[in-house]
């Protein structure tokens, strides 16, 4: 195995652990301020998502459809956050529970590519 095979499914694994927290922290709270105001460690967390997004893009040079639908997660991670109040809380709740797994999507379908045959 080439080792720009190797890298490719470690930045893969670390997409999908992170997208995978990230996840977990928004389906384990469901209060405005819980969503409106997210600890360091989750935009942390967000950051580097997007920093191996982008490295990935950088040093593969290949783009696949489902590239940019952590743009989808990313957004229902950062919009509830300015526009969460007491009388909308639920719609902005399920919209994070739901779009931030369109962080993981890319991630698997990455490992569905990764492990055809060629």
Do not use: H
């Not at 930045?11 to 995978?20: K, N, P």
């Not at 969460?84 to 369109?102: P, R």
């Amino acid at each position: 195995m080439s080792s720009k095979t190797v890298f490719k499914i470690l930045i893969t694994v670390a997409l999908i652990v992170i997208g995978s927290w990230i996840v977990w922290y928004f389906w384990s709270v469901d209060t405005v301020e819980s969503v409106a105001i997210l600890p360091f460690y989750l935009t942390v967390l967000c950051m580097v998502y997007v920093g191996l997004q982008i490295s990935k893009r950088l040093i593969f040079k290949s783009q696949n459809w489902w590239d940019w639908l952590y743009y989808l997660g990313l957004i229902s991670v950062m919009l509830p956050a300015y526009m969460i109040t007491q009388e909308n809380v639920g719609i902005y709740s399920f919209m994070t529970d739901y779009g931030t797994l369109f962080l993981i999507i890319p991630a698997l379908m990455d490992g569905w590519e990764n492990t055809k045959g060629k």
